[in-house]
């Protein structure tokens, strides 16, 4: 009987540490796949890992499988599940990560946001009720307009009255002369800068999005081999990412992966420049709401390079990110308060809402918006501080739920494996550099204002060289 009892006791031992062994086979195999699929090591580290890899998952399955002293068969199933929890959550991690590049990378959908406007103290409550009525248009060369015209027209008849300024359309409501404003979004967003005061007079009726599908193209690069431009944009506008919106923070990233420099070239939004596309002179931040390209070609131009890659980041992700990251820390150069929060001169240990105040600051700055750049540059260097601690391991998951439903950009999978891959192959010590552009500022007719003259800063041209010359040097 005890016989009996040894020999089922020593099948079913048997029978757990082939179990075993089949699952660390699989999920070897499985983690093996990902590191390929991947491409993050490089070609001599994988070789060696692979060897090292088999030869420890056959001494593992060769001592648990056949006769072996107890002790061994323990110490090896310790290895085993120690083993299978590392790779297990490796491949968690990757599968994550994968789902995030899906979410994040721009498939070129946009949505432009048409409001319609009536005085705050009118008695319209829907939009039936202004059939037949007056409706003020701001006419600009604009598809998404026309198609916005037509999807009103499908609700209700009225009688269009053009306009050659924003200010001309708000004052015609104000004034009672017409009944209601149509108007994108992001327009009536630089009239509601200057003038809140009439702003807060109007109230949205009705709303129209539109979407369209970005043609735009850029030229990618070998990042291991050659220098590349990346441009950062922050969004001034809460919500979806794909909302067209104005760019309020216009940051250029000109990396050079042999030389292990990165070069930040902060440009003001009010910088008065020509959009490429419109062949016009505007605010550089209304290039964005003409698309993040329109954004990228116009500092392409200004700068003489072509942008290869794009990252969009709104309000509303760049708090998320900075609380994932647990906070960073950013050195100021001035001691200012803003948006209830007071930040000494030196280093500053901020949360996201703090950041998003201590970045978006720029009245009571010595230079302004200039000044306003600089603690944009001293905020992404302090992400950067904190992406590149191991520590963001623990907080991996959290930061990528951050990440996906505020960042836009079309760096793909593939171009984040080669830099990591260069990155480990070559342990780069990279020296970063920010420098800002300034101009003076004067009040000029816009392309998307029309005639009506806004603030802008124009550009210094001795900046403009200095920035080319650091650019030159870099790149070649």
Known sequence: ????????????????????????????????????????????YLIILFIILILIILGICYKLNTKTL?????IMTIFSLIIICIESLGIIYSIGTIDLFNNIF????????????????????????????????????????????????????????????ITSGVNSILEKESE????????????????????????VLDTIDILTKSSGSFKIVDVRKKPFV??????????????????????????????????????????????????????LTHAGIYGIEESALTLGNL?????NYYARVNFTSFVKIIDALNGIEVNSKYAFSYDGYTFKKGINKLDGKAALAFSRARKMLPDGDRSRGENQQ???????????????????????????????????????????????DENIKWELESISVKGKDM???????????????????EDINMALEKIKELID
């Open 1 to 44: 009987m005890k016989k009996q009892e040894k020999n089922v006791k020593k099948k079913t031992s048997n029978l757990f540490y082939k179990i075993l062994s089949f699952i660390l086979v699989i999920i070897s195999v499985s983690s093996a796949s990902v590191i390929l699929y991947f491409e993050v090591l490089p070609q001599k």
């Open 230 to 283: 990346v441009y950062l944009s922050g969004s001034d506008l809460t919500g979806s990412i794909n909302k067209v919106s104005r760019s309020d923070v216009n940051l250029l990233a000109i990396v050079n992966p042999k030389k292990g420099k990165i070069l930040l070239i902060n440009t003001p939004r009010d910088y008065y420049v020509t959009l490429p596309t419109k062949k016009a002179l505007d605010k």
């Open 378 to 424: 001293a905020v992404i260097e302090g992400i950067l501080k904190k992406v590149t601690n191991l520590s963001i391991l623990t907080k991996y998951n959290t930061l990528l739920k951050s990440i996906e439903s505020g960042v836009m950009t079309n760096v793909d999978q593939t171009v984040i494996s080669k830099l990591v891959n260069l990155q480990i």
């Open 303 to 307: 700068y003489d390079i072509d942008v």
């Open 180 to 203: 209601a404003f149509l108007i994108s979004e992001s327009l009536i967003s630089i009239y509601k800068d200057s003038h809140e005061e009439d702003y807060a007079k109007l109230k």
């Open 443 to 461: 009040m000029k007719p816009t392309y998307s204002t029309g005639t009506a003259s806004v603030s802008v800063t124009i550009p210094n041209e």
């Open 70 to 74: 107890l002790f061994t068969k323990i």
């Open 106 to 165: 721009d498939t070129g959908y946009r949505i432009e946001t048409y409001n319609i406007y009536v005085l705050n103290d009118s008695t319209y409550t829907s939009l039936k009720e202004l059939n037949n009525q007056n409706i003020i248009i701001y006419e600009t060369e604009s598809n998404t307009l026309k198609k916005a015209i037509n999807k009103l027209k499908d609700k209700i008849n009225f009688e269009k009255i053009s306009v050659d300024s």
